[in-house]
């Protein structure tokens, strides 16, 4: 058997997942008492749940370091999950700060993660893939995504990522 076989082999079958919605409008709604509707959120735990992972966690913050920084890092450790998707914040405004925000709190970043993401979206959507950024890697053997915000771009991270989450949560929480 090869090597990757027998680690897919004892991997868990089923993961305990947060969901994360970065976005600075859904938040201040959620602030005022108004009802939102998070279509990437909810199109990330419909296709997390179809592939029999237990979501556990879906929250949205704003774009601001400190929250999304606090809320993943409860995730981990509080929550006590395995995987974290992040949705939203990572475009290149002002605003936009997911990636700077996760990246430093990474032990290994999959540094061929945001390439593949970015040439399946070349594939999708042309040249406006040029300006998506996208980010895995590893907290405390925990796994971290962090994904466009749109609905498409959510889908399309998740079919990269999904078929291999298993084997990947077990290389990354393997001593």
Known sequence: MAIHEEHRAKAPKVLRIAVITVSTSRYQSISKGVEVIDESGDRAIGLLKSFGHDVVSKKIVDDNSEMIRNELLNCIYKDQVQ???????????????????????????????????????????GAPALLTRSLAGTINGRLVFCLPGSPDAVETGLQLILPELPHAFYIASSP
């Open 83 to 125: 995987v974290v998707v992040l949705t939203g914040g990572t475009g290149i405004s002002k605003r936009d700060v997911t990636i700077e925000s996760v990246r430093p709190l990474l032990d290994k970043e999959i540094y061929g993660f945001g390439e593949v993401f970015r040439s399946k979206s070349y594939e999708k959507i």
